[in-house]
Nanobody, 123 residues
């Protein structure tokens, strides 16, 4: 599967962005998917995941109540709605796919990655 992330940009604190990740190639609904992010001088970290079925979603504690992960109606696009953005959310955001049934917070479980999209939140 090939992934293409988009939707990043520059917003002020408290603003919103919606990231998209278009999947193509192999059957898209056989994958659990996640968003990861990497801030400058920091290691990449897991942000949110959605299971193959779409019935299970999880987000990291620091974004709980602000970020929502979902798929669009035809399940071809992964979405990340980000509200009430904070400067500490500034990072390059990556989408990733795994054949794991429920997904994983571990990078090593993911076999396909998008190219990353920059999110910058100004204070």
């Amino acid at each position: 599967v090939q992934l293409q992330a988009s939707g990043g940009g520059l917003v002020q604190t408290g603003g919103s962005l919606r990231l998209s990740c278009a999947a193509s190639g192999r059957t898209k609904d056989r994958y659990s998917m996640s968003w990861f992010r990497q801030a400058p001088q920091k290691e990449r970290e897991w942000v949110a995941m959605i299971s193959q079925s779409g019935l299970t979603t999880k987000v990291r504690d620091s974004v709980k109540g602000r970020f929502t992960i979902s798929r669009d109606s035809d399940e071809s696009t992964l979405l990340l709605q980000m509200n009430n953005l904070k400067p500490e959310d500034t990072a390059v955001y990556y989408c990733a796919a795994t054949e794991s049934l429920f997904g994983s917070m571990l990078e090593k479980e993911y076999t396909a990655w998008g190219q990353g999209t920059q999110v910058t939140v100004s204070s």
